[in-house]
Nanobody
Framework: QVQLVESGGGLVQAGGSLRLSCAASGSIFSINVMRWYRQAPGKPRELVAAITSGGSANYADSVRGRFTISRENAKNTVYLQMNSVKPEDTAVYYC???????????????WGQGTQVTVSS
């Protein structure tokens, strides 16, 4: 019943900015953690950033200082502000959420469909 819908991907020049959004909907009581992953061709999927319900965030070394993750709990939405982007940031970006179901005691992970980000040099 839960789905994550992403938006904001596209083509951007090196040094530019892009903002990704992901909204969760369905049988949701609350979301404990929301994350952004990315996967480039021929490479494994990697964690880019994560944020807790309390607002504590962590980042991969490759994006720290350039990307910012944030969330609006009331909207079940997570954002990734991407600044000073590099060609190495080119990948499919996926959002992930650890969800507490409206049914008591039910916790599970949900994934978005992915959105392409391409950075030109």
């Amino acid at each position: 019943q839960v789905q994550l819908v992403e938006s904001g991907g596209g083509l951007v020049q090196a040094g530019g900015s892009l903002r990704l959004s992901c909204a969760a909907s369905g049988s949701i009581f609350s979301i404990n953690v929301m994350r952004w992953y990315r996967q480039a061709p021929g490479k494994p999927r990697e964690l880019v950033a994560a944020i807790t319900s309390g607002g504590s965030a962590n980042y991969a070394d490759s994006v720290r200082g350039r990307f910012t993750i944030s969330r609006e709990n009331a909207k079940n939405t997570v954002y990734l502000q991407m600044n000073s982007v590099k060609p190495e940031d080119t990948a499919v970006y996926y959002c992930n959420a650890e969800i507490r179901d409206r049914l008591p005691g039910i916790v599970f992970d949900s994934w978005g469909q992915g959105t392409q980000v391409t950075v030109s040099s």
